[in-house]
Structures are given as C-alpha cells and as structure tokens.
C-alpha cells in the first residue's frame, strides 16, 4: 500500500487550520461489535495512539475508542484540540506548539530560532496549564549543513528554552526519523546523534522520541539501543517494517520482545502506536489498532 497519508501533510493542514473530517460511520454504529479488548491492560505499558494515523476518525470518535479499548491517550495533539481531549477524559500524550508546525525548518538552523522560541516559550506554560508533560521538537533538515554544527545550533537554541521547561515540568522531546525512506536530509536520523544532543544540552527535561520503525529502517539493533541508551528516551512510537503498517506477523520486527524491553528498563512513558492502517474500511482499521495494543501489553 502505497503511503498516502504521510504525516508532513497532515500537519500543513493541521497549521492551515483546515483539516477536515472524513465522513465515517460513527462509532456508535458498531458499538454492539466486540472493540473491548479481552482482558484488561496489564498495566506495564501505557498505551497511546498518534491522531493522524487514525485520521478517518473525527477527534470525537478516536477518544470513545481509545476508552472503549482501555486507554487513555492519543499523541500529536495541538492546542486547539486539548478540549475535545479534556471533555472526554483523554490524555495528550505528546503535544505540538500552537505555532508552525515544521518537520524540515528545525532547530538545526539559526534562522528558525527566532520562531521556534517564541513558540515553544508560549507552548511551555500551556502545556504545563493543560497537564501534560511531553512537547515534541524537530531537529530540521540539513540542506548542506554538517551534523556537529547542526548538533550546536541546536543546542544553542534549546538552552534558551529549557530553563522554562524544567520550570513548569515540561519535557521537549526531539523526534528521530529515518533520512532513507521517509524524511530525505533529515538531520536526526540517528540514535547516537541524539544522544550526544541530549548530553550537550544536559537537562533531564530535553529527551528523544525514539521511533522504533524509523530506527529499524536507518540503523536496526533496536533492543541492543533500547537496552544502552534508555535513560535519554523519553517517548516511543511504533510501526511496522517494511512499509510503516500494522505490527503484525507480516513484518520483521517483533513487537512483543522489543515492549519486554522497554519495559525492563523501568520506563512509565507512553507507547504511541503510529503505523498506517491498510484496512479496506474503518472496522478492519479499528480491529488492527485493538491488535497492536494487544500486542505490545506485555
């Protein structure tokens, strides 16, 4: 299935404000269908789920499934949705600022620091308000820029902000991507790079985003990184390789070991499933998301 819904897309929309909802059938229509899961969380892994990979539902109906699955999280929200989230008891997970919504203008590049901290220093206190705790961060392209001074314009501008992060109990958290497939150029396209930023800005509130497919398609050994590098994760996602689909038998990487552990290293973060539903209709996608949780509740 080709990738159609490729996540740069969706937040030019969302920054547009003219993200629009598909007509689905309500959840009410297959609420007699059985969507619970058969045993209760085991409680080891908190679960959540990215929005715009559950983007055939209204923000409405993705919160009654998340607590009609047994959770209580969807990431990648932006200030303008925390309502919706709050009216139904759901947590954001991992937010955006208000502002520009950039995957490829980050904070690799000087020119962009003006922006970004006004933006993160209006988002930080109102993350903080909301109570969350995650703010999400990206490091920008490197459009002919070196990797360490890309590391040090980045850390230059994040060490203006994080004071007022660790001030109101805020996490910035710098999303890590694969540069072969998905996001060509992307400078933090590794877990070394991060690491080394995080040791450079040197605050327990600046942490990585480790996506799990996106590291399997640029370096692999993914338990072996988990295992070494865990205390600079702050966040996971997850999504099938090849391909970015369901974690299912279809695909290399086996998620219930890889849960086993995360879970092993003590971590009480959130697990964000963000893989693209191949489903012919939205029960077959609303049956896969109930599978994937069911997977990763080890």
Not at 81 to 100: F, V
Not at 135 to 160: H, P, V, W, Y
Not at 183 to 192: I, L, N, P
Request: glycine content about 8%; some cysteine; overall charge neutral.
């Amino acid at each position: 299935m080709a990738y159609t819904h490729s996540r740069r897309k969706w937040l030019k929309q969302v920054a547009a404000g003219s993200l629009a909802v598909t007509a689905f059938p309500s959840l009410n229509s297959f609420a007699n269908t059985k969507d619970e899961l058969e045993a209760p969380l085991k409680g080891n892994i908190n679960h959540s789920v990215c929005q715009w990979s559950y983007g055939f539902l209204s923000l409405d109906e993705l919160c009654l499934l998340v607590k009609k699955l047994g959770f209580g999280a969807i990431d990648l929200i932006a200030p303008k949705d925390w309502p919706t989230l709050q009216r139904h008891g759901i947590n954001c997970s991992m937010c955006y600022t208000a502002g520009k919504i950039s995957l490829t203008e980050g904070w690799n590049n000087k020119s962009f620091h003006p922006g970004l901290i006004k933006d993160f220093t209006d988002a930080i206190p109102l993350v903080a308000k909301a109570g969350y705790k995650n703010l999400i961060c990206f490091s920008g392209n490197r459009n002919g820029m070196d990797d360490e001074t890309g590391m040090k314009n980045m850390a230059d501008g994040i060490k203006q902000i994080i004071g007022l992060a660790e001030k109101n109990g805020v996490t910035l958290q710098i999303e890590i991507f694969n540069s072969k497939i998905d996001h060509k150029d992307y400078m933090a396209d590794t877990s070394k790079w991060a690491v080394e930023l995080c040791k450079k800005i040197g605050s327990p509130n600046f942490k990585i985003l480790y996506d799990i497919y996106h590291m399997q398609v640029n370096e692999g050994d993914v338990i072996r990184t988990i295992k070494d590098n865990h205390q600079y994760f702050g966040h996971y996602h997850t999504a099938g390789v090849p391909g970015r689909h369901e974690i299912d038998e279809s695909q290399e990487l086996y998620y219930p070991a890889i849960m086993e552990a995360i879970v092993a290293t003590g971590y009480k973060g959130y697990v964000a499933q963000e893989y693209i539903p191949t489903g012919k209709d939205s029960k077959e996608k609303i049956a896969a998301l109930k599978k994937a949780i069911k997977i990763c509740d080890v």
